[in-house]
């Protein structure tokens, strides 16, 4: 095994601040400055942290994919992206093999793991993360609405979501559950440069199929909310007839498909502005295999 | 008693999102468009709620005292102000005596009232509700720092404000709270006209004391959170060495002064740039009067 380094992502989105104070409080804790051998701190988007907001032009968490124009090189965050490839991308001269990105969600997912694609790499850091601490996993893919993801851009690499918790709104809770996420990552590279890593037999993930928005009025105005049997219900199976959404006039809007799902991101505040109201997700197990483990 | 017309605002704040719904949702169900005989409807900040922030230049609920400069003649919150006030204001052409301002906080505050200075008018309204729904009441006065505020505009008004709710997340209890309030209110004013109010003989108010800021560094960089045994527990009275803060070593930074306070607003997320992490009130009982009643 060749030594890996790690890069630590928090502040991507400028709102979600209880990752940021995280990894100061872990980096005081161990002593670190921005980077040590194995790991490399950065924050994403300072001036959207300063700012306290999500983002200053443009999503920064999907902006590592986008065609090089002339509008777009005059958004922070795209040349924000650009730069951060050119500083600890693998083809730079402090390589990180694997990011790992720290976000926090309004919506109700617990401590959990979002995976882009079907990576093995990315599988394998999966396995050891749900094995261990028993995290979910929603692997998004086949999304053509939702790219350029952050961690896609580095060779392997996951994201932390961790909710409910306000954008801006300090939870030394939930600051606690990232520390814990933190120490067990830097237990993991010490752990595989020491090939000291077992897999499980198989992973479950929630797969994603398909994202809905709020139903709307003939103005585009969202006319009914999450229903309030399915607020704060993230991971939860639900069947046709379940209720999704309560109209302005007190009817309920039902889930209407015949095959069950798992709903996630349930009500995310930030999601509105991408016209998602919440994520339906299949259950899939995954057969591991200890060849992602050399593949790492 | 003479005819009573209330302004019922919602959006003040952009990323407050549930009283807007809640709003709108009364609206339907009591079938006014914007306006009936006792009660406008405005949305306070059309532009932030469009955007989803809380303001786009500055706070329109601090927006409403300032000087005429050239400088604030460009913020589109103080022109705002400004245009609310010729429409709706007492010298208007449809003058509404009595503002209620709607708004939500991350903070565990509850359902409550905020009240801004000792008018008579005001302790009316809030006496009424406390007595009929039990709501605590913070008294904001004698603070040089936050002036301006919406309600103070009008001869009469009050915030209420509930949470704990994310900015830009919908909540349908939170809704649900605050159509709680908007029928109440509907009902006021009618058995005002009818003078049918009667007044508790005191009611209880949480009076400002201070605000404090988080701790900050050299370099003015918050370098410690709200103690998990005080986030969350807005209205709760705390002594001297009760625990405030906890910083990035683990340290515990108590309440040290020998007074003892209710704190609120504890850890409100749209605070934070106004470097308030909590206020600080001292418990008052103020007797009531009926001839308040004839000067609302």
């Known amino acids: 095994m060749t030594e890996k380094r790690l890069l630590i992502v928090s502040g991507t989105h400028g709102n979600e601040i209880n990752p940021i104070w995280a990894v100061e409080k872990f980096k005081k804790i161990n002593d670190i400055d921005c980077e040590d051998r194995n790991i490399q701190f950065i924050l994403g988007n300072p001036y959207a942290c300063e700012k306290g907001l999500r983002y200053i032009d443009v999503d920064l968490n999907r902006s590592f994919?986008?065609?090089?124009?002339?509008?777009?090189?005059?958004?922070?965050?795209?040349?924000?992206?650009?730069?951060?490839?050119?500083?600890f991308?693998?083809?730079?001269?402090?390589?990180?093999?694997?990011?790992?990105?720290?976000?926090?969600?309004?919506?109700?997912?617990?401590?959990?793991?979002?995976?882009?694609?079907?990576?093995?790499?990315?599988f394998?850091?999966?396995?050891?993360l749900q094995n261990q601490l028993g995290l979910p996993i929603y692997?998004?893919?086949?999304?053509?609405?939702?790219?350029?993801?952050?961690?896609?851009?580095?060779?392997?690499?996951?994201?932390?979501?961790?909710?409910p918790v306000a954008q801006n709104h300090y939870d030394s809770q939930i600051v606690e559950r990232f520390i814990v996420i933190l120490n067990f990552l830097?237990?993991?590279?010490?752990?595989?440069?020491?090939?000291?890593?077992?897999?499980?037999?198989?992973?479950?993930v929630f797969?994603?199929?398909?994202?809905?928005?709020?139903?709307?009025?003939?103005?585009?105005?969202?006319n009914a909310l999450i229903h309030p049997e399915r607020i704060n219900q993230d991971w939860h199976e639900i069947q046709k007839g379940d209720p999704l959404f309560l109209d302005l006039e007190g009817q309920t809007i039902p889930y209407n498909e015949s095959e069950r799902t798992y709903p996630v991101f349930i009500g995310e505040?930030?999601?509105r502005e991408k016209r998602i109201a919440m994520s339906f997700t299949q259950k899939e197990t995954i057969k591991c295999s200890e060849k992602w483990i050399e593949e790492l």
């Open 186 to 204: 830097k237990k993991i590279i010490q752990d595989l440069e020491n090939s000291k890593i077992n897999l499980p037999n198989e992973i479950n």
């Open 207 to 222: 797969v994603h199929r398909n994202s809905i928005d709020y139903p709307r009025d003939g103005n585009l105005k969202i």
């Open 65 to 87: 994919n986008v065609p090089e124009t002339s509008i777009n090189e005059k958004y922070y965050e795209i040349n924000r992206a650009k730069n951060l490839l050119k500083n």
């Open 269 to 271: 505040a930030a999601y």
């Open 124 to 128: 394998c850091l999966a396995a050891i």
């Open 139 to 163: 692997l998004h893919e086949k999304d053509k609405n939702q790219t350029g993801f952050l961690v896609e851009a580095w060779p392997s690499g996951l994201v932390i979501e961790i909710g």
């Open 89 to 122: 991308g693998i083809k730079s001269s402090k390589p990180c093999q694997i990011a790992i990105d720290l976000h926090t969600t309004t919506s109700s997912m617990g401590t959990s793991i979002v995976m882009y694609g079907r990576r093995k790499k990315d």
